[in-house]
């Protein structure tokens, strides 16, 4: 099986910087997409940002120009630069990976357990 391991989290003051790391593991031939997502209390998951295989990059409006997503393909990793965070940004950030292959089973999805980002004034 396919396990992904956040870390990175914690409590920072808004202006600040975090940096998150996933690492997927397991027999793991490929991953299409890699993803961070994010649910604050009370609201529905929502994609922060994304990269493809060829490193192709998405982000929603409310972290661009401040959220940079990267991955290391070799490593099974993807990576979350967030900087001049602010308190809307408090959330619980998820790992995705999207169509991964693994040998002798048909592509799906996997998550992360969640990493706890919160965000002082």
Known sequence: QVQ???SGGGLVQAGGSLRLSCVASGSIVSI???G???QAPGKQ???AASITRDGTTNYADSVK???TI???NAKNTVYLQMNNLKPEDTAVYYCNA???LIPFRPRRDYWG???QVTVSS
Do not use: A, H, K, P
Request: hydrophobic residues 30%.
């Open 4 to 6: 992904l391991v956040e």
């Open 32 to 34: 299409n997409t890699l």
């Open 36 to 38: 961070w997502y994010r």
């Open 45 to 47: 998951r929502e994609l």
């Open 65 to 67: 120009g401040r959220f």
């Open 70 to 72: 990267s991955r290391d």
């Open 98 to 100: 999207e169509d991964v």
């Open 113 to 115: 357990q969640g990493t």
